[in-house]
């Protein structure tokens, strides 16, 4: 019987500890322990069947940490050779002890944090993973047991590796801490989210805690998991002792709140570090004749980003929709000129306004949308912690996206097509997510309810022949444009409801479409949001901007008991009454004051430096939008710069405005009057100026020069660049054109983008001694293939000395020393 | 100690963090008594709220006994020769290897701010520098006082790269602490601690007192550096 079905029949038992026993045999500190298995195969033997003969029906290799960045020709033993002895050693120990067991073959964590917050890529990780699993399959290892991992990255890497390599039954055990939370954010819904999508055959929680601790834990987990949960405690809360861990409780102890975990109903207990034979001896006599809770599927709808899971159900879930170059040239330029930074803002102001989750559409003709959509995603998930909707037809961008997504993304779409459904499936059943099908098909869209719910039938019997269930389908009722077809909207409500009530099914709508030609259009789309809700909407596909769509979804919740007290509703509204209440206020009083005349606008600071305009600059000249830039005021600078243009040149407002006052910054930083904060904040107003004359120039067709182009990079094996984005804040602030490599950027690349372009000039970054060689190995090759280049360097521990030493052309010590070596060279 | 409570608080889930807003103003540059704009200050308190709510303060440590043979130092699996920890070590015959973070989070929240706001991204670099210093700091004081009452003296902690102190170290530190299994602290290939704010350190234990200590920042040979206090 595989250990699937034994699950079925009853409570299975794991091992406990290796660590402490394999010291207690002899291990050194500092000495791998997975070479034990080659060099001292008796004592694991032995330690294998101690565990069997306490009870255990599952022996877990000594393969922690067996991973090709530990063990390599570096160190002499090999995975491959590793990994078959341990196997060995758990067999000869089950054939020694007469018993029925199953022999887990253990993965670790890689004890690397996955890029971008370390330097380990995503599919590094998974190819080091599924090494390691191809091995355990051909020595024959029962299944493979992930465990330890407190990245949800790291997990999927390690699953995906996995499943890509070996055909094991695989179980994940992650560690969380007392809070509930992964060390990287996530909690149990949001884990349990990810991996069941990712088709885990059971997952749980182990080390980190004991079974005290974790007993809130496992609950939650049993209460959302449709799989089986393993709970593998350590032997307690530790302390030190005269230099040696001991645990808060004993054996008997462990065993007895193990016995209730067993009842809530964990289908497989064991133990972890500290525990030992004898815990996992008296855990089996206390749980043996529990019978085992049946697994129930749990029929929830989530998507989940790294830190978060998002129930799709009642509550309606609002997925915002602005990150989709439709209709926005804006949008459509950043695409094109690689301006990742202004969908990223995109994405945080619309989770500043409520949204859930976040549509990503990135399709544009003439880019390259799988590698932007997988760009796309990486960076918006490095930032914000909302899941995303991957939006996309293109099939590639779509698996690419999905592959590195850290979490269970919504997926958008899939229809009735054959064609659509056999591309779309074998994804969501590989990478797990939550999917938008559109009622529609090879007869287009059906203009009745009843032809969509007959599509919405075939989309859910297609899915489970792929073992895709309904609780992953989202239906998307389809929302027309009720201007030119005056009973759409009547359809796409009754639509709702019926995927509701006959097919208990969810649903999901883009809800602005229903506007489309009509003036106002947030009246009617807020007045159709209200009412989808109302017939069973499920998730909306919204501006979450836009006041009145987020006036409509909050007065629903709050009218239909799903905002307890009231509280969002108020806690989103009072403040801004009360703000109301007080404008009127001061409205009144300055009315009176200024015998009726009254500033319009709500920028009062604005109207505060303007009464400085004599006294600044000498002339009156574009003085409020000097001290605007100086005092670091993004939006009053771009009012006044706004005001300007009404009557100024755009040339005049840059070399008269804009310009004198960065200068003006720069000699004060340079001099010691003006600090780094103060100098960026300048330089941020500047740029708004900038946007807002480079937008006037774009209306009236002319093009603001680039002053030269430049390459930044921190180096390879560096991964902080705050130093070198504060000098392309600055340079790109002077009007130079920044080709912004990143960090940990390899020489190679630097090389050959300065090839590319005939680039001018190369910035490098370097933060430690120990990044600095691959500083002048990138100088070095410069050299060689790119000799016109001319190189400055910066950062914490170079000085100029060894700036020359290493062959660079300019040591700056600070932002303003690079602008003015470029000012100076280009 | 006020700033023992107020951590204390704040770790609880109540009131606010003990911040120190002269060592922010350090990081960020400005030298004592420099008078910092009303922009600046708003944008400090806005990101000290921020990063209240994202740090996570993790720390794990162990104690070890201290070998000295000439100037060879050796505990755990830690090998070195260094005058400054040496210097510091004097008369300790145990130690603790200390290990802290602020977690992933700090990390994701300063690289938002890179990409969107590099004035805030600077101010929240400063600030949650500070704000680990301050962590260690206190979490060290509560040790102080622990073994105290056993009769041992703490020594200042003291981390791979100051002074001579090999920044090679890093990873001895690292895998004695188990860094990455238990407060998610890892190494880069090129020895950089991921997530970033992260501290490990060295701090001795010793049965005498020392009449006068230098600590932090001024044990520094870089006597040229902009941060020096």
């Known amino acids: 019987m595989g250990i699937k079905e034994a699950l079925k029949e009853r409570i299975l038992f794991c091992d406990g500890g290796m660590g402490s026993l394999l010291q207690a045999g002899g291990l050194q500190p500092g000495e791998l322990p997975g070479t034990w298995n080659i060099t001292h195969p008796e004592v694991l033997v032995r330690i294998h069947r101690e565990y069997l003969e306490a009870g255990a029906d599952i022996v877990t290799t000594n393969t922690f940490g067996v991973d090709s960045l530990k063990y390599n020709e570096h160190t002499g033993f090999l995975v491959e050779q590793v990994v078959t002895a341990a196997i060995r050693n758990a067999k000869n120990a089950i054939n020694q002890s007469g018993k029925k067991a199953y022999v887990a073959l253990d993965i670790g964590p890689t004890g690397k944090l996955l890029k971008p917050l370390g330097d380990l890529a995503f599919e590094e990780a998974c190819r080091i993973f599924g090494q390691i699993a191809a091995v355990g399959q051909k020595e024959g290892a029962d299944f493979v047991l992930i465990e330890t991992m407190s990245d949800s990255y790291e997990a999927k890497a390690a699953v995906l590796g996995a499943k890509e390599n070996c055909c094991l039954p695989v179980f994940v055990t992650m560690t969380f801490d007392r809070q509930g939370k992964l060390l990287t954010g996530g909690n149990p819904a949001s884990v349990v989210a990810m991996l069941e999508g990712l088709g885990v055959d059971a997952l749980g929680i182990n080390c980190g805690l004991g079974p005290v601790q974790m007993k809130a834990i496992a609950k939650k987990l049993l209460s959302v998991a449709s799989v089986p949960v393993i709970v593998n405690p350590n032997a307690g809360l530790p302390r030190s002792e005269n230099g040696q861990t001991v645990y808060d409780i004993d054996s008997a102890q462990f065993a007895a709140v193990m016995k209730e975990i067993a009842l809530m109903g964990a289908a497989v207990v064991g133990g972890c570090c500290g525990t030992t034979p004898e815990h996992i001896r008296k855990t089996v006599e206390l749980c043996r004749g529990i019978k085992p809770v049946p697994v129930k599927p749990k029929c929830r709808m989530v998507v989940s980003s790294f830190a978060r899971a998002v129930e799709i159900g009642r509550d309606p879930v609002i997925i915002g929709e602005r990150i989709n170059p439709t209709g926005k040239s804006k949008f459509k330029q950043a695409l094109r000129d690689h301006n990742l930074e202004y969908i990223l803002q995109e994405g945080v102001n619309q989770q500043d306004s409520g949204a859930h989750v976040l549509d990503v559409n990135v399709g544009l003709p003439e880019i390259d949308e799988p590698s932007m959509m997988e760009e796309v995603v990486q960076e918006l998930q490095s930032i914000i912690d909302l899941p995303l909707q991957i939006d996309t037809s293109n099939m590639e961008a779509m698996e690419r996206a999905m592959r590195v997504y850290n979490g269970k993304p919504l997926i958008n779409s899939v229809n009735g097509k054959k064609e659509s459904m056999e591309s779309v499936f074998p994804l969501v059943k590989k990478y797990g997510g939550v999917v938008v099908a559109l009622a529609l098909d090879e007869d287009g869209i059906p203009e009745t309810a009843e032809g969509r719910i007959k599509v919405a039938r075939k989309i859910y019997e297609t899915a489970a022949e792929y073992g895709i269930g309904p609780e992953n389908i989202l239906i998307d009722a389809l929302c027309m444009t009720v201007s030119s077809d005056s009973q759409c909207a009547v359809t796409t409500l009754e639509t709702l409801r019926r995927v509701r009530d006959e097919l208990q099914g969810k649903t999901i709508l883009g809800v602005s479409n229903i506007s489309f030609g009509l003036p106002l259009r947030e009246n009617i789309n807020a007045a159709f949001f209200t009412m989808a809700m109302q017939n069973g909407l499920n998730a909306a596909i919204i501006n979450p901007n836009s006041e009145g769509m987020m006036t409509a979804y909050r007065s629903f919740r709050a009218l239909m008991g799903l905002d307890e007290q009231c509280g969002n509703y108020i806690e989103a509204y009072a403040a801004q009454a009360a703000a109301a209440k007080a404008a009127k206020t001061v409205r009144a009083a300055e009315t009176e004051k200024n015998g009726g005349s009254h500033q319009q606008g709500g920028l009062n600071r604005g109207m505060e430096v303007r009464t400085g305009e004599d006294t600044h600059n000498g002339s009156g000249f574009g003085a409020a939008l000097a001290v605007s830039i100086e005092k670091g005021l993004k939006e009053q600078a771009a009012f006044v710069t706004r005001e300007l243009l009404e009557n100024r040149d755009s040339m005049e407002i840059i070399n008269k405005g804009i310009i004198p006052a960065l200068d003006q910054v720069g000699k004060g930083f340079e001099a010691g009057t003006v600090f780094l904060p103060q100098l960026l904040m300048s330089a941020e107003a500047a740029k708004a100026a900038f946007e807002v004359v480079r937008e006037k120039m774009q209306e009236s067709g002319a093009e603001q020069e680039k002053k030269g182009q430049i390459i930044l990079a921190t180096v390879k094996g560096d991964i902080h660049d705050i130093g070198k984005n504060i000098v392309k804040v600055l340079l790109e602030n002077y009007g130079y054109e920044v080709i912004d490599l990143g960090k940990d950027v390899e020489p190679a690349l630097i090389v050959s983008t300065a090839q590319q372009n005939h680039t001018p000039l190369v910035g490098l970054s370097a933060l430690m001694t120990t990044t600095v060689p691959s500083m002048e190995e990138t100088i070095r090759r410069l050299r060689e293939q790119a000799p016109w280049v001319k190189v400055m360097v910066g950062g914490a521990v170079l000085t100029k000395e060894y700036a020359d030493s290493m062959g660079a052309d300019q040591y700056c010590r600070d932002a303003m020393a690079s602008v003015n070596y470029a000012e100076k060279i280009l | ?229």
């Open chain 2, 1 to 229: 100690m006020k700033q023992m409570d107020a951590m204390e608080e704040w770790l609880e889930g109540n009131g606010e963090f003990p911040w120190q807003d002269r060592e922010i103003l350090r990081y960020l540059g400005y030298p004592q008594e420099q008078k910092v704009t009303e922009q600046v200050m708003s944008l400090i308190g806005e990101g000290k709220q921020e990063l209240e709510q994202a740090a996570r303060p993790r720390s794990v440590w162990k104690e070890y006994p201290l070998r000295v043979e000439g100037h060879l130092l050796t505990t755990a699996c830690l090998k070195t020769v260094s005058k400054n920890l040496e210097k510091n070590l004097k008369d300790c015959e145990k130690v603790l290897l200390f290990g802290a973070t602020l977690g992933s989070q700090v990390d994701r929240l300063l690289q938002r701010y890179a990409r969107l706001q590099m004035s805030k991204a600077v101010i929240l670099q400063a600030s949650a520098a500070a704000m680990l210093e301050t962590y260690c700091d206190w979490q060290n004081e509560r040790l102080r006082e622990e073994y105290k009452e056993k009769g041992w003296y703490l020594r200042p902690r003291f981390s791979p790269g100051y002074g001579d102190f090999p920044l090679e170290c890093q990873s001895s530190l690292v895998s004695a602490l188990e860094l990455s299994k238990r407060i998610g602290v890892t190494l880069t290939d090129s020895l950089l601690m991921a997530p970033s704010k992260s501290v490990t350190a060295v701090i001795g234990l010793s049965k005498k007192p020392r009449v006068c200590t230098v600590q932090g920042c001024e044990v520094c040979g870089k006597k040229d550096c902009p941060y020096r206090r």
